[in-house]
């Protein structure tokens, strides 16, 4: 047994070297439990998430499996992990959203929601009689002042607004791909966002998807509310990838 494995049977304690080993812990089970990979993408006046769809068993209801939910009718997130992490997660959040409008009388902007969340998120990780959820939250909007808006938030309580975010199993090759796309974004409109997302978990699985095996969620303009796209509409999205790739 090495020495430092004494050093993990709590949260609250650091390794010689500065390390939390349970906090480690917490992030690979928040890459590998649920062994999908989430692509977020904001475009001009738009933001996208997009993620596999895998059914664990033939008897479920695939309607009943998702890892894209709603929290407010503006704001929209895709949770990859422990789903019952997720789940306890989207909970909170959208009770901290409703929570936020019953106070203030207006919406709660993306910004503020994310970091509600980030700090929910971190105070788990201050007590040893408490864990970390293995969850990676992307969350999208768009903002009345800042127009659209990706944030990631992970288990430890990080967060930050990205151009494109990536998280899960394959999170590395995904935002190698997203990096060599960003300078354009900023001008994509929001098909264009849309099939850049779905492109970009193509590339990284290696495989061509069909409506059923991934979920595709958008919130679009300022006005616009978060939106689950149905099978009909992302078919259309990948044949219009085929052809464009044909062409």
Excluded: W
Aim: net charge negative.
């Amino acid at each position: 047994m090495s020495r430092d494995s004494n050093y993990d049977h709590h949260i609250s304690i650091f390794s010689p070297q500065g390390r939390l080993y349970q906090m480690e812990y917490a992030f690979k089970a928040a890459a590998s439990a649920s062994g999908l990979t989430g692509v977020a993408v904001r475009g001009k006046d738009s933001a996208v998430v997009v993620t596999q769809k895998k059914v664990p068993d033939r008897l479920m209801d695939p309607k009943s499996v998702s890892h894209v939910f709603m929290i407010t009718n503006k704001i929209g997130c895709l949770c990859t992990g422990m789903i019952a992490d997720c789940k306890a997660q989207m909970s909170r959040a959208r009770m901290e959203a409703a929570d936020f409008t019953f106070q203030y009388g207006y919406p709660i902007p993306v910004h503020v929601l994310a970091k509600r969340i980030a700090d929910i998120a971190q105070v788990n990780t201050q007590s040893a009689s408490m864990r970390p959820l293995a969850s990676d939250v992307l969350l999208i909007g768009v903002d009345d002042e800042r127009g659209p808006q990706v944030f990631k938030v992970d288990c430890a309580g990080h967060f930050l607004p990205f151009f494109a975010a990536a998280s899960g199993a394959k999170e590395q090759e995904a935002i190698n791909f997203l990096e060599k796309k960003v300078e354009n974004m900023k001008e994509y409109d929001s098909d264009q966002t849309v099939r850049e997302a779905i492109m970009c978990l193509g590339s990284v699985l290696g495989s061509d998807f069909r409506g059923t095996e991934i979920e595709v969620a958008m919130v679009k303009g300022k006005e616009g509310r978060f939106k689950k796209l149905t099978e009909e509409e992302i078919e259309g999205h990948l044949n219009a990838i085929a052809d464009d790739a044909d062409a």
